[in-house]
């Protein structure tokens, strides 16, 4: 079954830092961009991050430029988002999503919070 | 940035009746490959958005033939034929000619009258 399963999401501080991680199965993963889009409760999508396959072209949104970093380990099937300098306007719940988006992960909770 | 714009927001429809979303694009999604990159996306209560059509009017598998997608350059269109209880759902549009970054519409919320 092809299939993206994300994770480390969780509560941080403003200022803080979190990594997600987005695992894939069922599918080349080495043959496929990789997405993360978030989405703030009640509101709609937003894309956030890109890297293509071989991980040498990152794309970001300007809101995360900066602060958030991409980067795929091919070997481990595996996207990551390095979020740093956090804010409350980065509460949401994030998405990992295969390059053309026909595939999406069940999301992670990310809450910046004091 | 290319702005896609939906409408209507808010859909009511009766069961059985067919229902319509616009989209239109800030600028032409045709790609220099040729191709318009044009997707639909229904996002229903609790789950994780799922692609239904891409490139205009390309359904996905699995996807029932009640949903259609057309247009051309800046104004697309979402089409049920009749709509279903399982259809209640919010549906975005998706640009993914001029990137980055790939921007979405504001999705309108399909209800049952």
């Known amino acids: 079954e092809v299939q993206l399963v994300d994770s480390g999401g969780g509560l941080v501080e403003p200022g803080g830092s979190l990594r997600l991680s987005c695992s894939a199965s069922?599918?080349?993963?080495?043959?496929?961009?990789i997405h993360w889009v978030r989405q703030v409760r009640g509101k709609g999508l937003v894309w956030v991050s890109r890297i293509n396959t071989s991980g040498t072209v990152p794309y970001y949104a300007d809101s995360v430029k900066g602060r958030f970093t991409i980067s795929r380990d091919n070997a481990r099937n595996t996207v990551y988002l390095q979020m740093n300098s956090l804010t409350a306007g980065d509460t949401a719940l994030y998405y990992c999503?295969?390059?053309?988006?026909?595939?999406w992960g069940r999301g992670t909770m990310v809450t910046v919070s004091s | 940035d290319v702005v896609m714009t939906q409408s209507p927001l808010s859909l009511p429809v009766t069961l059985g009746q067919p229902a319509s979303i616009s989209c239109r694009s800030s600028q032409s999604l045709v790609f220099s490959d040729g191709k318009t990159y044009l997707s639909w996306f229904q996002q229903r209560p609790g789950q994780s958005p799922r692609r239904l059509i891409y490139?205009?009017?390309h359904r996905d598998s699995g996807v029932p033939d009640r949903f259609s997608g057309s247009g051309s350059g800046t104004d697309f269109t979402l089409k049920i034929t009749r709509v279903q209880a399982e259809d209640v759902a919010i549906y975005y549009c998706m640009q993914g000619a001029h990137w980055p970054p790939w921007t979405f519409g504001q999705g309108t919320k399909v209800e049952i009258k």
């Open positions: 999503v295969r390059g053309s988006f026909d595939v």
């Open positions: 490139e205009v009017s």
């Open positions: 069922g599918f080349a993963f080495s043959s496929y961009s």
